[in-house]
Structure formats: structure tokens, C-alpha cells
């Protein structure tokens, strides 16, 4: 069993940067392609982005292109999301995700172990 634990989200204004991180409990997550979710209040669970098992592939949701970069440490265990340029409509619950799988993928259902989430929030 994975646990996974997300932290750095907070309150920034529009324009500002923000990294949020993803730790894993278990060393065999190195092995999975991980990714990051978010949802909003009334709104359906989005694919934002996806890293594979090596870090090599990565693949973005088309708001998060040129803003947002995907990357992990597998010797740390944990996966990052550098969010810049943030607007309100970023904000959100963000969630990080792993699945067994090394290929990474930007469909929430492939996915096997979640994270409670971290509050990004943005203002204008």
C-alpha cells in the first residue's frame, strides 16, 4: 500500500509562483508513473499532469502547458508540480496520484493510490 502526502499549497496572488509537492511512503512508487489532479468547488476532477516512472515523459492538461512543469526525485521518494503565472481559475484541490504502471497517463481512473489534497487558492 502507497500513501501518498501532498503539502505547499496555500494562498497566492494572481501572477505568483507556487510548488507544491507529492511524498510517497513507499520506495517501490519509483517504479509508477505518478501524476497531478485538481478540483474545484462544483466542479469535476481534471487531469493537470503526468510524469513518467523515469521522469523522461512528461504530458500536460492544455492550461497547465508553458505554466505548469512536472518533475520528480525517485531518490527522495517524492514528485513536484512548479506552478507560475497562476490565475484564479488555478485554484483548486490538488491532488497527487500513482499508479502501478510506469507509463504515465492522464486519465484519473487508471490511477491506483491518491493523496488527500492540498488548497491552492488564488486571488485576484
Known amino acids: 500500500q502507497v500513501h501518498l502526502v501532498e503539502s505547499g499549497g496555500g494562498l497566492v496572488q494572481a501572477g505568483g509562483s507556487l510548488r507544491i509537492s507529492c511524498t510517497a511512503s513507499?520506495?517501490?512508487?519509483?517504479?509508477?508513473?505518478m501524476g497531478w489532479f485538481r478540483q474545484a468547488p462544483g466542479k469535476e476532477r481534471e487531469f493537470v499532469a503526468t510524469?513518467?516512472?523515469?521522469?523522461?515523459?512528461?504530458y500536460y492538461a492544455d492550461f497547465a502547458k508553458g505554466r505548469f512543469t512536472i518533475s520528480r526525485d525517485n531518490f527522495k521518494n517524492i514528485m513536484y508540480l512548479e506552478m507560475n503565472n497562476l490565475k484564479p481559475e488555478d485554484t483548486a484541490l490538488y491532488y497527487c496520484?500513482?499508479?502501478?504502471?510506469?507509463?504515465?497517463?492522464?486519465?484519473?481512473?487508471?490511477?491506483?493510490?491518491w493523496g488527500q489534497g492540498t488548497q491552492v487558492t488564488v486571488s485576484s
Open positions: 496520484a500513482a499508479r502501478t504502471n510506469p507509463q504515465a497517463s492522464g486519465v484519473a481512473s487508471q490511477y491506483d493510490y
Open positions: 513507499e520506495r517501490t512508487v519509483r517504479d509508477y508513473a
Open positions: 510524469i513518467n516512472w523515469t521522469g523522461g515523459s512528461t
